[in-house]
Structure formats: structure tokens, C-alpha cells
């Protein structure tokens, strides 16, 4: 009967506490270069760049040995207690209110009898509001007259209006071309602005206020445009604007704002 034998360990086959402990940090070496080689690979970038005499002298690197990681890897819980300032309050800080503006005074008396009381001072509150814009009417009177003898007939001339024959006042028509090209509000949006405070526009009539308020700034417009081709320095708006043409109807052409700098 065959009997198997154990089996006999030669004196090559034993390694060493040091060297074993030696091969452990080897692999764990290996691992960690690994795991590092994947993070950068596949992991988030940045572009940021740190220079070597700014780094921590304990932060990890590449090449760290696993007794560093070790080390490095372990946290240490500080806490501590600090005394929170108290601030304190004071009076609420309120917008200054400019000394130009008009001012509506209003007395509140005491609702007792002050016939046995005697004034001693005053505390003042002021407060801002805001009342809407209104529409009035400059209602123009001129009182014509008949001469005794000749029956001749005088009245005084009516001062010249932007739009002959029209109603619509310079303070009404500068409002509204203020409106739509500083304010960006739009002529159908101001009509329903008009409206809330009693006035119906119809869409031909603002239309037709624009058209003719435009003729009369175009003198203002023509010196404009000579002022700024006299200047050695022009400046454009690359924000294109969608022209009229009155040469070619029914079609728009790209336009430019332009400005000088003197």
C-alpha cells in the first residue's frame, strides 16, 4: 500500500518577517499608485496649479508610502467654544428723503381739549408717496373782440402747437417718445397706462403723434448727424436695428445706432 508522505519545506522556501512585512508595503505601494492612476484618469480635473513650495508637507502625493498614508489618513475631532459678539441695536436706518421734493403737510392733533394745555414742541415723520402720473388739461381762452365803428373783429393769435390742429400738447408728446425709447414701454402699453387714469387713445391716434413728432426732431436729428461727422473718433452699436426703407416697401434693412466721443 502506498502511503503519500508530507511534504518536506526546504530551508529557500522561508521568508523573512522583515521581508514579508516588506512585500505587504510593496503591494500596498502598488495599490495606491493604481487607485491614483484611475482618479486622474478617469476622475474630475483641474486646471489649477499648485507649485511645490506652496504644498503641505503632509499632503499626499503619488509616490507616498503606505506608513505616510497611514499617518496622513488619520483624523483627529478638536472642538472649542467661542463667545458670539452681540451687536447692538440701534435705530433702522431710512432712506434720506431730498429737501427738493414738495412737501404735503398734514397735523394730527390730539383728540382731547387743549384749552388747558400749552404747546411745548413738535416731532415731525416724513414719509414718501407716490402719486401717479396725471393728465390736465391748458385750456387756451381767447376773448375775441368787435371794434365800435369798423365792426372789425380781433383775437389774438393761438401760440403754435407741435401738431397744427391737434391736441396732444409738447409735454404729452415728449412723455411719450420718453417712454418707449428710455423706458422701453411700449405705445400699446402706454395707452393702458393712459387709460387707468381716464384717457382712451386709439392706436391710430398715438401712431399718428409719433409719426409727426419724429418730422419735427428731424432738423434736431440733421445737426446731431453733423456734429458727429465732425469728430475724429466715431463709435457703433453692433446691436443690429430693423430699418424702414421708404425706397423699398415691404422690406426692412440692418441698421446700426451709432455715437462719437469727443
Known amino acids: 500500500m502506498n502511503t503519500t508522505t508530507p511534504h518536506s519545506i526546504s530551508a529557500e522556501e522561508f521568508v523573512s518577517k522583515a521581508e514579508y512585512d516588506k512585500a505587504l508595503q510593496e503591494i500596498a505601494l502598488l495599490k495606491h499608485q493604481i487607485n491614483e492612476m484611475r482618479r486622474l484618469i478617469f476622475g474630475s480635473k483641474s ?20 506608513s505616510i498614508l497611514e499617518e496622513s489618513q488619520s483624523s483627529q475631532e478638536i472642538q472649542y467654544s467661542r463667545k458670539r459678539p452681540i451687536k447692538e441695536k440701534g435705530a433702522p436706518v431710512r432712506v434720506e428723503i431730498p429737501q427738493h421734493l414738495p412737501r404735503i403737510e398734514k397735523v394730527i392733533e390730539p383728540d382731547i381739549n387743549l384749552t388747558q394745555y400749552r404747546k411745548i414742541g413738535e ?35 393761438l401760440p403754435a402747437l407741435p401738431i397744427p390742429k391737434g391736441n396732444a400738447g409738447a409735454s404729452l408728446l415728449a412723455y411719450l417718445l420718453v417712454s418707449k425709447y428710455v423706458d422701453h414701454i411700449p405705445f400699446d402699453r402706454q395707452r393702458k397706462i393712459l387709460k387707468r387714469c381716464g384717457i382712451s387713445i386709439s392706436k391710430s391716434t398715438i401712431n399718428g403723434w409719433f409719426i409727426k413728432s419724429t418730422t419735427l426732431l428731424e432738423l434736431l436729428y440733421q445737426e446731431l448727424e453733423k456734429q458727429v461727422l465732425q469728430t475724429d473718433y466715431l463709435q457703433a452699436d453692433e446691436s443690429p436695428i430693423k430699418v424702414q426703407d421708404p425706397n423699398k416697401k415691404g422690406a426692412l434693412h440692418r441698421g446700426y445706432q451709432q455715437g462719437n466721443r469727443i
Open 123 to 157: 416731532k415731525v415723520t416724513e414719509v414718501l408717496e407716490y402719486n401717479p402720473g396725471h393728465i390736465f388739461v391748458k385750456k387756451i381762452v381767447r376773448p375775441q373782440y368787435v371794434h365800435l365803428e369798423t365792426e372789425k373783429i380781433t383775437i389774438a393769435e
Open 47 to 66: 486646471e489649477r496649479f499648485i507649485p511645490a513650495d506652496s504644498m503641505d508637507s503632509e499632503q499626499l502625493s503619488l509616490f507616498d508610502t503606505p
